[in-house]
């Protein structure tokens, strides 16, 4: 069973120094940060999101929606964590998905979830497992290799 977070760190504004997406691109808008070894973060979808059709977020939205959420806790972490909140964003660049299976995709009104588990972390280079969820079941789930420049 996938664990529903209930108190966030960031939400809404508060995500963007921490992504370098603007809207409409935005594909996260809460925050939980760890809870029981994981990361935790959310999206509601809404009718007027960038890869949104028929009433669903595409396949593509939610490896989107995974890949900021990666991207709000590496950002995270360096600003806040390690204090190092001189940082404008963290940077870095995600060079390879892999093993990714989307088995269904979220309707419009639905909040979604991601669970990062790290697999590999060092300060350059780090492998983490997502999942994207609903209080459903399953959405997507895939590894991800990221590199931070910073």
């Known amino acids: 069973m996938n664990l529903i977070p209930d108190q966030p ?3 809404g504004d508060q995500i963007l120094p921490y992504i370098p997406q603007r809207p409409p691109m935005v594909f996260v ?3 939980y940060g760890l809870i029981d070894n994981a990361l935790y973060s959310s999206l509601l979808v809404t009718p007027d999101m960038v890869f949104v059709e028929d009433g669903k977020l595409l396949d593509i ?4 929606f995974l890949t900021q959420s990666g991207y709000v806790w590496f ?4 600003k806040v964590i390690l204090q190092k ?4 964003i963290t940077k870095g660049y995600l060079c390879k998905i892999k093993n ?5 995709t979220p309707s419009i009104g639905t909040r979604i979830y991601s669970r990062m588990d790290v ?7 780090s492998t983490i497992h997502m999942t994207a969820y ?3 079941g399953t959405l997507a789930e895939g590894d991800f290799d990221v590199i931070s420049l910073n």
């Open 134 to 136: 609903t209080e459903d």
């Open 75 to 78: 950002s995270y972490r360096e």
């Open 119 to 125: 697999i590999f972390f060092s300060s350059s280079f």
């Open 29 to 31: 808008d809460t925050f």
């Open 61 to 64: 939205g939610l490896i989107e």
């Open 100 to 104: 990714v299976h989307v088995s269904d």
């Open 85 to 88: 909140g001189d940082l404008e």
């Open 9 to 11: 760190i960031l939400t």
